[in-house]
């Protein structure tokens, strides 16, 4: 499933990539991301992403994002970090609002978590220098085990505040 989902990262990364990286005007977006855990094992999540857009058609952009987010123990489940790569689209649904996705995959920062299939759909608003957003993030294929029990339950739902700047 990893190989498959790889292979399709790298087809839209150079199908998309390739049009835009030979344009100019390119957007980057810091962000701070304070999140909750969707289950009981974990409770607090933060997390910052840098991420990079460009307009691929009218009211389109494709987004490359990478960053850290940690989950925060909650009870006896070990705590877990890991770094995302992602690929998706944005689009504006009006001026300022718009929904998304993306998806990749997500390296564990925990001893023997592995890597995770990636997926989160978002909706926001976009302005020309900040972007504030609401994401669902999914990344629960991590394998460790901790006293006999599976903590591979890494969903979040997180709040992206994010600055933005053009890039020439």
């Known amino acids: 499933m990893q190989k498959v989902v790889t292979v399709l990262i790298c087809s839209v990364l150079i199908l ?13 977006g810091i962000s701070a991301m304070p999140g909750v855990a969707s289950n009981g094992g974990y409770g607090f999540v933060f997390g910052t992403d840098f991420r990079f857009q460009h307009e691929i058609a009218p009211k389109t952009h494709f987004i490359l994002t990478t960053g850290f987010t ?3 123990k909650k009870n006896d489940v070990v705590g877990l970090g890991y770094i995302p790569l992602k690929a998706g689209v944005k689009y504006f649904l009006g001026e300022n609002l718009y929904t998304g996705g993306d998806l990749g995959i997500a390296f564990g920062m925990v001893k023997n978590s592995g890597r995770s299939f990636i997926w989160a759909p978002t909706i926001g ?5 900040f ?3 609401v994401k669902y993030e999914d990344a629960s294929d991590f394998k460790f085990v901790k006293d006999g029990s599976n903590n591979n339950y ?15």
Do not use: E, H, P, Y
């Open 154 to 168: 890494v969903k979040q739902f997180a709040l992206r505040l994010a600055k933005g700047f053009t890039l020439k």
């Open 70 to 72: 940690q989950f925060f």
């Open 16 to 28: 998309c990539g390739s049009n835009a990286i030979a344009q100019k005007d390119w957007r980057l």
């Open 131 to 133: 972007d504030i957003s």
């Open 125 to 129: 608003l976009s302005f020309k220098k």
